[in-house]
């Protein structure tokens, strides 16, 4: 078997709608304010999807811009991963078979995988192992999410968290060293009705200080689990790219387990929470700014709903 060590991500895409809600303009429609958003989550407007727009095809323009900015030969992709909280459908067919119709791809194994905002993390290391085993060779791992039409848009607590937007990346093997060193995923599924689609609404609901709570201790433990286990230290991490879902979050997790804050990537500004897509939607601004250089060490975490974690380093 080949190892799992030169596993690497080659190429980043993503894809966020035209349409931009500001905190100004979602304080016209319920009681909050630009500063009370600011100040409380670090958000200063989420990008919105149109009403025909659906999560696959925010999928596939995610794709096509990783294909025209790293020239990408679609052809030679052999499988893809979907993860995201929001499909087309609701049981089937899977977002993953619909990316490939719209990529006009055909045969090989296209599937989604379901763990709320860690999502991405658990696809990612699905298929790091179908790539280990031979199953798949040039996976599409795609983050994908239109949270706008879960969210019940009268509940000010929830409704200016949240956006919609895709990120993918390109996961091959090569005869390079590094890629994919290592990865860790948990779940906490007692703290499940935590943040979940429920009601009549049929839209998010969530208990923010229990979320608040899980997320600054696992993102916290997360790293030192991935620095202990590959005896390094935080020193010798480049970035930490989290799931973008509070900035404060972040902060009171590097201040609780003393991590420099300036090693965590954030954008959340600008996309608000994207779930399964703020990871890859990250990377690929990170990379379009040329903040990740070869030989960095990166972590990946992410957090949310189910309730689920996860963490992956690697060596960009």
Not at 42 to 67: L, P, W
Request: aromatic share 6%.
């Amino acid at each position: 078997m080949e190892t799992l060590e030169c596993i690497h991500i080659t190429a980043v895409g993503s894809y966020t709608p035209q349409f931009t809600l500001t905190n100004d303009e979602l304080a016209n429609r319920v009681d909050t304010s630009d500063e009370w958003i600011r100040s409380h989550t670090g958000i200063r407007k989420r990008h919105i999807a149109g009403t025909e727009e659906t999560c696959s095809d925010m999928a596939v323009k995610a794709v096509e811009n990783m294909i025209e900015t790293c020239n990408v030969d679609i052809a030679k992709i052999d499988g893809i991963v979907v993860a995201t909280a929001t499909p087309d459908f609701i049981g089937f067919p899977s977002t993953g078979c619909l990316v490939q119709q719209k990529l006009h791809l055909k045969t090989f194994p296209a599937f989604d995988v379901s763990a709320g905002c860690t999502g991405f993390i658990y696809a990612l290391e699905t298929a790091r192992g179908m790539i280990a085993t031979g199953t798949m060779h040039r996976v599409l791992v795609i983050g994908a999410e239109k949270l706008s039409s879960i969210v019940d848009w009268d509940d000010r607590n929830t409704c200016v968290l949240f956006g919609d937007g895709a990120g993918c990346v390109l996961l091959e093997q090569t005869e390079e060293s590094g890629g994919i060193l290592d990865c860790t995923l948990g779940a906490e599924g007692s703290g499940s009705a935590a943040l979940a689609v429920t009601g009549e609404k049929n839209a998010i609901c969530m208990d923010g200080r229990a979320v608040y709570a899980f997320a600054v201790q696992v993102i916290g433990e997360t790293i030192k689990k991935l620095l202990s286990d590959n005896n390094l230290s935080i020193e010798d991490i480049d970035w930490i790219v989290p799931h973008q879902a509070n900035e404060r979050i972040i902060s009171a997790c590097a201040k609780r387990f003393s991590l420099p804050q300036e090693k965590f990537f954030l954008n959340i500004a600008s996309y608000a929470n994207t779930s399964a897509a703020s990871i890859p939607i990250a990377l690929s601004e990170m990379v379009e700014k040329n903040l990740l250089k070869t030989g960095d060490k990166v972590i990946l975490i992410g957090f949310g709903a189910g309730l689920t974690y996860g963490g992956t380093l690697l060596t960009w």
